[in-house]
């Protein structure tokens, strides 16, 4: 079993950037597809599905979200040290929302349910 922690998170003006960072403890993390999500709160008593953003595979092969992030964003991995990066630039005020951090067996994949292990969040606040 993986534990995931992520950082980074703040409130950044809209154009700007952020890096946010999933630190993962546990074994072979070389193993794990890596995976962010996220989600914006809804209404009272409506579930919201975290929406995919961004995955890479043990071997590094990278998938994304085009239609949400456009090229803006970049997923990178670094096993040496058991950490995942989202670097987001050109930041808009639909991308505030808590960004999650998350880890599967192998591949990669864009359902949040194929997924087995996720970190607690970090909040994404673009605004003026």
């Known amino acids: 079993q993986v534990q995931l922690e992520e950082s980074g998170g703040g409130l950044v003006l809209p154009g700007g950037s952020l890096r946010l960072s999933c630190a993962a403890s546990g074994r072979d993390f070389n193993s794990f597809a890596m995976g962010w999500f996220r989600q914006t709160p809804g209404k009272e008593r409506e579930f919201v599905e975290r929406e995919f953003v961004a995955a890479i595979s043990w071997r590094g092969l990278t998938i994304y979200n085009t239609d949400s992030v456009k090229g803006r964003f970049t997923i990178s991995r670094d096993n040496a040290k058991n950490m995942v990066y989202l670097q987001m630039n050109s930041l808009e005020p639909e991308d505030t929302a808590v960004y999650y951090c998350?880890?599967?067996?192998?591949?990669?994949?864009?359902?949040?349910?194929?997924?087995?292990?996720w970190g607690q969040g970090t909040q994404v606040t673009v605004s003026s």
């Open positions: 998350a880890a599967r067996p192998t591949y990669s994949s864009r359902q949040s349910s194929e997924y087995d292990a």
